[in-house]
């Protein structure tokens, strides 16, 4: 494992950038510090670059509590709700696919990026609330062993809690690993309460209490259901049901769409968004889209009379933003799988060997309108979405790997009422 940081946690003595009172987390190091990936054991650098996964669909573990739904003010305290709430807008990060591995500084940059945007900001003029991990924090089979330098050195300086659902190589597993599929997820996001376990060396920030890999995250202004779709990998789609993987995910999303809708017709206005590590679209050359997985999300969404306003997706390594045309709703799909896995994915190319030319116009498997509005296939970054009662704006932000200066590559805004997407 990397060499261990000599710094005192949080029991000894120095207090986080961060430390909600009334909740019992921590967040950023007390004091920030310089990136030290070129520290790292080579070894743990190259993980198990060489383990051979099983392909075997994985039994998705059950939540600790039911309904697995959790809100922001238990981990950010009241305080800080109220502010954001009385801000009228809520601003969060999202990016999946960011364990360091072989070239651990792109994941680093991104992570540096996004922390310096938490900086001399409040609730009020945007400061993100949090990061919500769009899955494979930690690479190649999601050991315990690297979460110290896959993910609490990378955001040791990230001042605000951090959620995620998991990825694919999280949950993976093999004969060479003895460990239970999602071991090391389930120990750092889905812990009864929150700790600072031996694996993060000092660093301050304690584990998440997430109720399971699958949950509901009531915030402010926004609601999101996020799903675990398995371990499938490469040109294999992402799953949330079946007979191996079992029924209780796809009636946890069943019951979550039921209560939105139930909420909406109350009066109560918010965001919708379905998290999902696996694509429902990708035009990656390495990465299948999950079209059997979107049917369960659609069927779930048809029998709740409700759609999703926003759907977002890791797995492919690259930027892509979708607009799915329901009758006279639009509904954006974005994929993010940039976030620092060193290796990105190419778009494909045509017959004639070139890549489209944006927007794109096209179908997918129900004959529904699917425009491809945009796609970054070289470039690393992460979202920034502002949401507000009536609106969702959402930026992609791409980083410079050598000063960390972040440029605006994509955005859009959603009108929340019309359902209608605009460039922005």
Known sequence: MARPQKKKTKTGGNTPLTSPADTGFAFADPKPSPDDFDEFNPKDVLADTNAKASDQLQKVPKPRKSPAVMRLESVLGTEAVNEITAANSLTIHCVGDTGGIKEPSKQFAVADAMAADLANKTYKTGRPAFFYHLGDVVYYLGQERYYYDQFYDPYRNYDAPIFAIPGNHDGMV????????????????????????????????????????????????????????????GTTQGV??????????????????????????????FALLIAVHHPPFTGSSDHAPSPRMLKDIDNACTQAKIQPDLVLSGHAH??????????????????????????????????????????VDGVDADGNKLTLEKFYDTTFGYLRLAITPSEVTCDFLAVDLKTNATTKKDGFKLDLQKHVVRNS
């Open 174 to 233: 093999s004969k060479v690993v003895r460990q239970k599929t999602l071991t090391g997820f389930l120990d750092n996001f889905c812990m009864k309460s929150p700790s600072a376990g031996t694996v993060r060396h000092g660093h301050a920030r304690t584990t998440m209490t997430q109720p399971g890999v699958y949950f509901t995250l009531d915030a402010p202004f926004v609601k999101i259901i996020g799903l675990y779709s398995n371990i499938g990998e």
């Open 240 to 269: 949330i049901s079946g007979k191996k993987v079992g029924p209780e995910q796809l009636a946890f999303l069943n019951q979550q769409l039921k209560a939105a809708a139930e909420e909406r017709s109350q009066g109560k206005q």
């Open 318 to 359: 690259l930027y892509e933003r979708y607009t799915r045309h329901l009758g006279m709703t639009q509904i954006p799909f974005v994929v993010a799988g940039c976030g620092g896995y060193f290796n990105l994915s190419g778009f494909k190319k045509g017959k004639r060997g070139q890549q489209p030319r944006t927007p």
